[in-house]
């Protein structure tokens, strides 16, 4: 299996992934929206010619301001390829490359079970709140440089993309 930056050959199945994933295609749109986002980082799985898994992040604002901060979403594996490591390799690809790009933290909107193993904590324990109405052990980041949440706090909003319908 090869982890690669996704490009425009991917689309078609990319959007596929996504709408298996989550059965709908509301993530599968939004993808295609982040797509034209500054700062879009986005990765793929892909074994042969197939599609199997996606990750993308995007820029986040702390308090309406800008910063080094990304959130992470959509990560999608095929259903029936989940549960492979797939994910964690998409992941770490991910990561690296936030970091790469300069960015400090990563924030997640996802299943508590599962981010925490990537080092994920819960941001309302951080001082940090998410603009959708979530249970606080649903929001979570990832600091990439130490230190970097020091001293902050506040509400996390996702790119406006996040908004469209």
């Known amino acids: 299996m090869e982890i690669r930056k996704e490009d425009e050959r991917d689309f078609k199945q990319v959007y596929a992934l996504n709408t298996a994933a989550f059965k709908t295609e509301e993530e599968s749109k939004l993808v295609e929206r982040l797509r034209r986002v500054d700062g879009y980082i986005s990765f793929v799985a892909v074994e042969g010619e197939q599609v199997v898994g996606h990750i993308s992040f995007s820029p986040v604002t702390l308090n309406d301001e800008e910063t080094r901060f990304t959130g992470l979403a959509p990560m999608a594996v095929l259903p029936e390829r989940q549960k492979q490591g797939i994910g964690s390799r998409l992941m770490a690809a991910g990561l690296e490359a936030c970091k790469q790009a300069g960015y400090q933290a990563v924030f997640v909107l996802g299943h508590p079970d599962y981010y925490p193993s990537f080092g994920f904590k819960v941001a309302e324990d951080l001082g940090f709140s998410c603009q959708y109405p979530v249970l606080p052990t649903y929001f979570m980041v990832l600091e990439l440089s130490d230190g970097s949440l ?9 790119h406006p993309a996040f908004n469209e319908a």
């Open 150 to 158: 020091d001293g902050l706090s506040g509400t996390i909003k996702y």
